[in-house]
């Protein structure tokens, strides 16, 4: 059977995230900036039109840009965003692939029967869905393999927000679409390409799947095979658990404040075991970040005897860390939290009369459900405050 995938991409995502809390910003020139003011993240499509340039430093783009409307990152605003659109899909198929924050691809093949409708029509639903539940724009890539999906979700920003590459439109396309603006293909691959005369990607499937694995090695014929609509990457619903967290954020200014600093990395070891129990996962090792005025990076790691995910207990290993790369001497503008050494296994390894473990789990999950409850850190660590 063939299938019929879909890529759905949110339309600047992080940008429409705000929009949507501050409906007032809608229509103006907006930039979403790195948390630690680096440079632009995402922008409105009147930022673009402005000329503001994706990844361009902050202090360029204020200096260049000053009647844009600068708005510093929420990555906790727009993983909520995120699930939401997620959950919306799931609504219409059961076989999504989240590939991104803000992308994913969903398997249509038979939905047809059940919606009564053609293939565009429904994801003309999923794009209304979507909208009215989240007030998030998407783009919607329709074809039958992955790679046709994506290059149909490039072209569907510019031709109404759904874009569908049939069978009979595969070869035109092709012949349409530069080598390295295909989905997969890299720097090495795009070398390679300019070195043989591979300018397009029906000149990339023109060649035969014996030179393509002799040159490329099975992943330049399966790319061939995808390219001609063919599925051979299926969508993949199961959610791959981190093999390591890490949570930073910049702290809105520089200071040497050893209270302000503990008071940011709390919120991170916080943040940081919130998500490792969401995957009901535990680590063996921890690590703290301070990064300074001048973007120096100091870290320290630390193994622990026993897996866990109990931020008190993560606290006090990290409290421990932190006076061997802190100095009153230094000012710092970002903090972080690093958890290594993941495991998901349901069973492990207790110290004789142990009991601790199983209080620090139920009071873990007793702190989830206030905070799922009552909302994000309407319960927080304390800390010792140093002199």
């Known amino acids: 059977m063939e ?3 879909a890529l759905v991409d949110c339309d600047s995502f992080f940008v429409t995230c705000e929009q949507a809390v501050e409906p007032k910003l809608k229509g103006k020139p907006v930039c979403v900036i790195s948390s630690n003011e680096g440079c632009v993240i995402a922008r409105s499509k009147e930022s673009k039109k402005m000329g503001v340039r994706m990844g361009m430093p902050y202090f360029m783009a204020k200096k260049e840009f000053p009647n844009a409307i600068y708005i510093k990152a929420e990555h906790d605003r727009y993983r909520w965003f995120s699930k939401r659109v997620m959950d919306c899909l799931k609504n219409f198929s059961p076989d999504v692939e989240i590939y991104s924050i803000d992308e994913a691809f969903i398997d249509l093949t038979g939905t047809r029967k059940l919606y009564k409708r053609n293939y565009t029509e429904i994801c003309r639903m999923i794009k209304e869905e979507i909208k009215l539940k989240t007030d998030i724009d998407v783009s ?6 992955k790679t046709l999906a994506k290059l149909a979700s490039d072209k569907a920003k510019n031709n109404g927000g759904i874009y569908s590459i049939g069978a009979f439109r595969i070869k035109e396309e092709l012949k349409n679409t530069k080598a390295d603006e295909v989905w997969g293909v890299g720097r090495k691959i795009s070398k390679f390409c300019q070195r043989w005369g591979i300018l397009t990607a029906a000149d990339f499937v023109s060649r035969s799947d014996a030179w393509l694995k002799k040159e490329l090695g099975i992943n330049g014929v399966e790319l061939k095979h995808e390219l001609l609509g063919e599925c051979i990457s299926a969508v993949d619903n199961k959610e791959e658990p981190p093999k390591s967290i890490q949570n930073t ?22 943040s940081a ?6 995957y009901g996962g535990k680590c063996l090792s921890v690590g703290v970040m301070l990064r300074t005025k001048d973007f120096y990076v100091y870290t320290k ?10 931020e008190l207990t993560i606290k006090k290993e990290i409290d421990e860390l932190l006076p061997a790369i802190y100095s009153s001497d230094r000012l710092y503008r970002s903090t ?20 601790a473990s199983d209080k620090d789990d139920k009071l873990a999950k007793c702190i989830d459900k206030i905070e799922e409850k009552y909302g994000k850190n309407s319960i927080k660590t304390g800390f010792y405050k140093g002199k």
Not at 140 to 145: L, P
Not at 338 to 354: A, C, G, K, M, P
């Open 273 to 278: 075991c919130k998500r490792l129990r969401k």
């Open 301 to 310: 790691f630390k193994d622990l005897l026993q897996p866990t995910n109990f």
């Open 336 to 355: 972080g939290v690093i958890l290594n050494n993941l495991s998901y296994s349901q069973s492990e390894q207790l110290f004789l009369f142990d009991t």
């Open 140 to 145: 919607i890539g329709i074809s039958h393999s």
């Open 3 to 5: 299938r019929i995938i």
């Open 249 to 270: 954020s910049a702290i809105g200014g520089f200071t040497s404040d050893i209270n302000i600093l503990k008071s940011e990395i709390s919120r991170h070891i916080h």
